[in-house]
């Protein structure tokens, strides 16, 4: 099955500087990357994701790289504020039709320092 | 995006008791929904796919006849957790599929056994 594996656990950053976080994943089949914002004791929320066919994606502070050959995307979030602070989550595709699944990463903690 | 609805928000059983938990798509129909759990500070872990209209699909190591799962319309699925034991006691979020790819949380149960 597929693994995702995602670095680093945890990430300290000064207000304003920018973060990034990394994922690589096993099944070369995988044809969708989402990214979760998960603050403590709430539910993950989607923030950005990409397809296979597209390398790069951006909204605002946010982007998102992805090199298939490799396996691996990155999560990069510019000008960091407080308000980012908050765990992530990579994730890869897994199947298809009603054998489709999402497998997550461990998460990163991100805390962004005023 | 989607909205997820989820219920109860919190509950609280005694052991050798079960408990239901509603998950909602409220602006969407989702013909699968899924159910995971949360350890503290842990990742996602996923329990099963709910397709409408068909039995769902256990991953490995869960247990079907302790988390039942009726995904009876394309708007709710449910979670029961039958004979819950203090080690039940967890984080529990589903979420529902919108389109081929992205996937939308509820706001999880908290779910204690005492």
């Known amino acids: 099955g597929e693994n995702v594996e995602q670095h680093p656990s945890t990430l300290s950053v000064q207000e304003g500087d920018s973060a990034v976080i990394k994922c690589t994943y096993s099944?070369?089949?995988?044809?969708?990357f989402p990214w979760y914002k998960q603050e403590l004791g709430k539910r993950p929320q989607l923030i950005i994701d990409?397809?296979?066919?597209?390398g790069e994606k951006k909204d605002q502070r946010i982007a998102v790289t992805l090199n298939k050959t490799a396996k691996h995307f990155s999560l990069h979030i510019t000008e960091t504020q407080p308000e980012d602070s908050a765990v992530y989550f990579c994730?890869?595709?897994?199947?298809?039709?009603?054998?489709?699944?999402?497998?997550f990463g461990k998460g990163t903690l991100l805390t962004v320092n005023p | 995006g989607a909205v997820v609805s989820q219920h109860p928000s919190r509950v609280i059983c005694k052991s050798g008791t079960s408990v239901k938990i509603e998950c909602r798509s409220l602006?969407?129909?989702?013909?699968?929904m899924f159910w995971y759990r949360q350890f503290p500070k842990k990742s996602l872990m996923l329990m099963a796919t709910?397709?409408?209209?068909?039995?769902?699909?256990?991953e490995q190591g869960v247990e079907k006849d302790k988390f039942l799962i009726n995904h009876a319309s394309l708007t709710l699925s449910t979670l029961t957790v039958t004979s819950a034991h203090p080690e039940d006691s967890s984080f529990y979020i589903c979420?529902?599929?919108?389109?081929?790819?992205?996937?939308?949380f509820g706001p999880g149960t908290r779910l204690t056994v005492t």
């Open positions: 979420s529902a599929k919108q389109g081929p790819y992205e996937q939308y």
């Open positions: 099944d070369s089949a995988s044809n969708y």
């Open positions: 990409i397809r296979s066919n597209v």
């Open positions: 994730a890869a595709t897994s199947g298809g039709g009603s054998n489709y699944k999402l497998t």
């Open positions: 602006d969407f129909q989702a013909t699968t």
């Open positions: 709910s397709n409408e209209g068909s039995k769902a699909t256990y």
